[in-house]
T-cell receptor, first 114, second 115 residues
Framework: AQKVTQAQTEISVVEKEDVTLDCVYE???????LFWYKQPPSGELVFLIR??????QNEISGRYSWNFQKSTSSFNFTITASQVVDSAVYFC???????????FGAGTRLAVHP | KAGVTQTPRYLIKTRGQQVTLSCSPI?????VSWYQQTPGQGLQFLFE???????NKGNFPGRFSGRQFSNSRSEMNVSTLELGDSALYLC??????????????FGSGTQLSVL
């Protein structure tokens, strides 16, 4: 079965706080891809990162960082020094060839207050 | 470069009617996929088209259909609308056919309300 779990429904922080969004996935395939997308109030999903199952190297891009751990089937996303513009719904997603569909988690709504 | 364009932005229909939504992908993108987003079910894959052919389909009833034209523009149609079809319908495009492996570029969606 393919599944993505984002246990945090909503997170509220004050500007400049660090925040981590959790993502746990399930798949029986050995080759798969994990994604994070951001959905601002305007509605369109914006691609943030893609990671394949063979690359466990963590990545940092500005204030964003991702921690991929196959041992715990997790692909967590951290925003350092959050800003009001980071307020959005964040989705984790999984794709594998065996299932051939992009499966999204339920999303985490992040509210950053000034 | 223009992004993914979806029209109309908002739509109000009544039960039993049918509706057609339009999506223009980014120029050069040949794959178009559709997703339904609702508060209860979240984001669910509807179908994907590449070169005018449906390459993959989600678990939706036959009332949901789509097509892609030679210029890669796509339309989706929902017939005999039900209240549960009220949702944000998102279109996404990518360069090649394997939509899952590539990053997707999404439109702002069409918000459909069925009364």
């Amino acid at each position: 079965a393919q599944k993505v779990t984002q246990a945090q429904t909503e997170i509220s922080v004050v500007e400049k706080e660090d925040v981590t969004l959790d993502c746990v996935y399930e798949t029986r395939d050995t080759t798969y891809y994990l994604f994070w997308y951001k959905q601002p109030p305007s509605g369109e999903l914006v691609f943030l990162i893609r990671r394949n199952s063979f690359d466990e190297q963590n990545e940092i891009s500005g204030r964003y960082s991702w921690n991929f751990q196959k041992s715990t089937s997790s692909f967590n996303f951290t925003i350092t020094a959050s800003q009001v513009v980071d307020s959005a719904v964040y989705f984790c997603a999984l794709f594998s060839g065996g299932y051939n569909k992009l499966i999204f988690g339920a999303g985490t709504r992040l509210a950053v207050h000034p | 470069k223009a992004g993914v364009t979806q029209t109309p932005r908002y739509l109000i229909k009544t039960r039993g009617q049918q509706v057609t939504l339009s999506c223009s992908p980014i120029s050069g993108h040949r794959s178009v996929s559709w997703y339904q987003q609702t508060p209860g079910q979240g984001l669910q894959f509807l179908f994907e088209y590449f070169s005018e052919t449906q390459r993959n389909k989600g678990n939706f009833p036959g009332r949901f259909s789509g097509r892609q034209f030679s210029n890669s523009r796509s339309e989706m149609n929902v017939s005999t609308l039900e209240l549960g079809d009220s949702a944000l319908y998102l279109c996404a495009s990518s360069l090649n056919s394997r939509q899952g492996y590539e990053k997707l570029f999404f439109g702002s969606g069409t918000q459909l309300s069925v009364l």
